[in-house]
């Protein structure tokens, strides 16, 4: 098996499994997707992730509804469409701005990339950067502590149902709506790939429609003769 197919395979179980990351949380899936049958387990649970589409009324709404460190972890998350777990991992170190612009270093299951940020994300990275020693979690509880496994989960679902969002909305929701705000943005899928963490097969997997439904415009757009 070539080093791509392993790598491929890597990263779908990063996007598909929902138990097996210590600090990964499952839940949602894609529209369109099967009823399920004849699946495995951990594939039903990746479709359901993709079904569910947060608006941006609805995401600040949870914003609004999160506790100080649970904002912090969400907002990240719906500012940068990496995994639940890739912030609370984070340092201070693996924070870095280079030119006045702000670049996150993001981890998961051995993978490692730098991925730069959009002004809002570096308005987030900024605050919580601030006065803070290398070594130091960049995002952490109320308490001061890092995030351990899982201990957003009971929290972000009293955010939900304060916020008034589908009770199946869980933090990968916020994942997809980010990917799926890029690419209708007009963000290429490779870019969309690199930056999310994830493989180009799978974003054309799973959002590949998206760029179909606006081609007919694109071209209407462009001259030809």
């Known amino acids: ?33 099967s009823d399920g049958v004849g699946q495995p387990g951990h594939q039903r649970r990746a479709d359901r992730r993709r079904d569910l589409y947060l608006t941006r009324e609805q995401r600040r709404a949870l914003l609004d509804a999160c506790a100080d460190g649970l904002r912090d972890l969400v907002e990240c998350v719906i500012l940068t469409g990496c995994r639940p777990g ?56 109320d308490n ?11 929290a972000f679902k009293e955010a939900v149902q304060a916020a008034g969002l589908p009770p199946e909305t869980v933090l990968y929701t916020l994942r997809h709506s980010w990917i799926t705000d890029a690419i209708t943005g007009g963000i290429d899928l490779l870019t969309v790939a690199k930056l999310a963490g994830t493989s180009l097969a799978m974003i054309e997997k799973h959002y590949g429609h998206l760029v179909e439904d606006r081609v007919p415009d694109q071209l209407a757009a462009i001259q030809m003769m």
């Open 144 to 154: 001061g502590h890092p995030w351990a496994a899982h201990d957003w989960r009971d």
């Open 1 to 33: 098996m070539s080093v791509q197919r392993v790598r491929d395979r890597e990263e779908h179980r990063a996007d598909d499994d929902s138990g097996q990351n210590a600090l990964q949380q499952g839940g949602g899936s894609r529209r369109g997707t």
């Open 86 to 141: 890739d912030p609370a991992r984070m340092r201070r170190s693996d924070y870095q701005v280079r030119n006045g612009r702000g670049f996150a270093t993001f981890r998961t299951k051995g993978h490692e990339r730098c991925v730069p940020l959009s002004p809002q994300a570096q308005a987030l990275f900024d605050r919580l950067a601030k006065d803070k020693l290398p070594t130091a979690y960049l995002f952490t509880k």
